[in-house]
């Protein structure tokens, strides 16, 4: 739901492929009838620029409001809002609302600017650069900080109400960065999978792919062995043309293959391998597409069981894309999440390198290119990325100077190598949630839940007990 | 010298004045062919706008370095460059070159955007607000932090130099600013007569003419009472043909004062003993205008001993603009400091609103209206002021997350009324210096300097060896 994230490590890796299925996205602004239930839907103008001067355009930021168990003087509940739909954010987090009875809190989901109904300039949101240029992450924050503010001024019973942000992957990210830009509207925040760590020079490329081989590890120990050998089946198939007319009969494939397209179906099975990985959680759910339990393993068990390599590789793959079994074909050019702006922020000021070197971890080797993300990003978008200036910005690993911030992290989520794995303070606390995939602990709470996450979550709520005390003790 | 930022307080209250005044200011970029003595020009090229994509531009930053007392690994003490041409600051501010050889210290100034050379347009960089919309404090930051990043990557020696951030008046605020907002790049600041407070609704917009008043009321306990009576007499004067003559050579004015010139006569002189609070140094300076020792003291002699109110205050006003004798006559459209750029600054995010009621205070009652306000510096710039903007950005009173800063304020200093005068915690260090005007420790040492500042100046390097000691001792 959430997490097209995922692309971005082809993005950097294949850019031509990348490049087509970017440029058959959709960029419509839907505009949703009704509240989500529940939920009252709000608006709050803000900046399109909140930093200069030379734009002073104003628009809607949409946010959600519940204020169900909200006493006066509650603490808020924010969710800071990442790269889609705000409503989906809601139905993906269930902790918010979980806790919210026990705190009296207001529950806010604030909708990222460029998503879901919160476009600067509508329909001509995605247009060129002059239209898209003010989708990034500061530009967010700032959203947020201004939301923050207007809510402890207008909101009835909410002039003193201490803010806790939440968020899970880049909404993770975002919630960490709040408190260390704004910590005097956040008394802390809990950033779970926040892959703050994940930049150019502070985490090695191969780190995504080593946690994501290791998943797969962990569910069949001969699992990642199988997929690893399946490249060069899969490139000998490729070289002639009963080769590829078996291919696509194995894949099911909507449209034959040629020797072009692949480079294509290897990125798509190497983003296929990373999202299982991500999205490896222990209960039936449908967070990008429907998937049974525990799809891992799922997975694996279709990989090792099979005696032919391929053939195990692709029936995992039609458990992914046919779980449901209403799915007449797989379509290699479809992108696994349809999102463009994210797309966009992975092309400016998100430079997430992945990479892969084929020894180490089970994929292709796919080094890091730089120059050659940079020119599709040109071609595409008519930017060019900025690759270091999120660790000037976010302060790199040297985050010792924040406080009040909680780190939660997956170990199956391949995200996790670039997030913030041990306590650097006592008020820098990392949490590590075993047999977790990425951001559990925000999900709906569910029996199959493992120990580690149940345990969190009670950590989790008494830190932010702790925290919401000493913001009240300091009167602040 | 660094402070034109008197005349924001007028700008917030005589517009139609301060418009006329605005828009004879010059804004040309002059190129100094040499060098400052002990400094080496160099220039880092950074982006026009850092937080958002829409515009690809960059230009060249100036900064100034002294490395002769460098050593390798050793600290560097960083200017952040306020508004002005940096070499200004290099004269302006001693304490650097005076603590770089105990720290073994590289010096760096650098220039805040659209100041000195530093233009992004060039010629053209005061044209618009499509041009000059990018001046806000938080893209100067930006660019500091860019400029630190690379120091430390290219300077010799400086790899792991831990970086000490220093500053006064609206450039001490850039430098509590830059710790808040980007520790990981800055170990601590030293932030002098800093007015991080002084915006709307967090700081009482009389209290600046309180400090100024009170200041007077230590030269001479009779000197605010004769000021403050000055108001009337001039009033009933500006009534008469014959009263404006009287004003006209009383003040030796360049020009004869009709009606319509009045409340331009009364800001030109609300203004200069705001000013002559500003400045009341112990030793002879030229630091706005060449003054003698203890100006305020001299002018307040000279309001007192006279016999006649308004030949005291118009010899008082001589004293500012004659002291060297040189001056034919007086210009009260001449705006006290000529650069545009605050203005502008003033027009839209440093919104830093002075009042006085003429009731505790010396001047005559100017309320703050923002409306007004807004309307000239629309009319002047086509830009509306964003009040709360700062606030927002900056923290307001609530700093207590920051840490490593030390504020510094002199007790004569009118802006001391927007400043950190209590210690907020043992790294958020407040230090009040008592005789001592407008960032007064940063000046270059002088046998006449009080002992409140000889104090402050040891603590200040005791506490930045500390910190760097502690820096170093967390190996970051």
């Known amino acids: 739901m959430d997490d097209q994230r995922v692309l971005l490590a082809m993005l950097a890796n294949r850019l031509l492929f990348v490049y087509v299925v970017l440029s058959q996205g959709s960029c419509s602004v839907s505009v949703s009838a009704t509240d989500v239930p529940g939920y009252k839907t709000r608006y709050v103008e803000v900046q399109v620029d909140h930093f200069s001067f030379a734009n002073p355009d104003t628009f809607l930021l949409r946010y959600l409001v519940n204020d169900t168990y909200f006493k006066d003087g509650g603490p808020i509940f924010f969710y800071t809002g990442n790269e889609g739909d705000i409503e989906g954010f809601v139905k993906n987090t269930g902790l918010l609302m979980e806790m919210a009875p026990r705190f009296g809190a207001m529950v806010i989901f604030a909708e990222h600017r460029y998503y879901g109904q919160s476009m600067p300039y509508g329909e001509e949101s995605f247009k060129d650069p002059a239209h898209l240029g003010y989708l990034t992450s500061t530009q967010a924050l700032a959203d947020f900080a201004v939301l923050i503010t207007r809510l402890r001024k207008t909101a009835s019973g909410a002039a003193n109400s201490p803010v806790f942000a939440f968020g899970g992957s880049y909404g993770g ?11 005097h509207l956040v008394a802390g925040s809990l950033a779970s999978a926040a892959s703050i760590f994940q930049y150019p020079g502070i985490t090695d490329c191969e780190a995504y792919s080593h946690v994501a081989t290791r998943t797969f590890q962990r569910s069949a120990a001969g699992c990642p062995g199988r997929i690893r050998s399946s490249w060069d089946i899969i490139d000998d198939l490729g070289k002639t043309g009963a080769g590829l007319q078996n291919l696509t009969s194995m894949f099911r494939l909507c ?52 005696e032919d390599v391929l053939s195990g590789v692709a029936a995992a793959a039609k458990l992914y894309f046919n779980y449901t079994g209403q799915t007449a074909c797989l379509d290699i050019s479809k992108p696994y999440y349809g999102g463009l702006a994210w797309q966009y922020q992975a092309c400016t000021e998100q430079i997430e390198p992945i990479c892969s070197d084929g020894v180490n971890d089970m994929f292709p080797a796919i080094p890091w290119d730089l120059s050659a993300f940079s020119e599709a ?37 391949p995200w996790s190598a670039g997030c913030v794995l041990k306590s650097l303070s006592d008020s820098l606390v990392a949490i590590v949630m075993e047999d977790a995939a990425h951001h559990l ?17 009670a950590q989790e709520a008494d830190i932010i007990e702790k925290w919401i005390q000493e913001y009240r003790a300091a009167g602040l």
Do not use: Q
């Open 173 to 183: 990210m975002l919630a960490a960065w709040i408190r260390m830009k704004y910590p």
């Open 255 to 306: 449209e034959r293959l040629t020797a072009d397209d692949m480079p294509a179906l290897v990125d798509w099975l190497v983003n296929l391998w990373m999202i299982y990985a991500l999205i490896d959680y222990p209960y039936p759910a449908n967070f990008l597409t429907p998937l049974p339990a525990w799809p891992v393993k799922e997975a694996c068990h279709l990989i090792v069981s099979n």
């Open 441 to 457: 602990d925000l999900r709906p709470s569910n029996p199959a839940d493992p120990p580690s996450v149940i345990k969190a979550r």
């Open 377 to 413: 990003c040109y071609e595409r978008w008519k930017v060019r990325p900025r690759p270091h200036w999120a660790v000037t910005e976010y302060w790199g690993r040297n985050i010792s100077a924040a406080s009040n911030i909680i780190f939660s992290n997956g170990d199956l989520d």
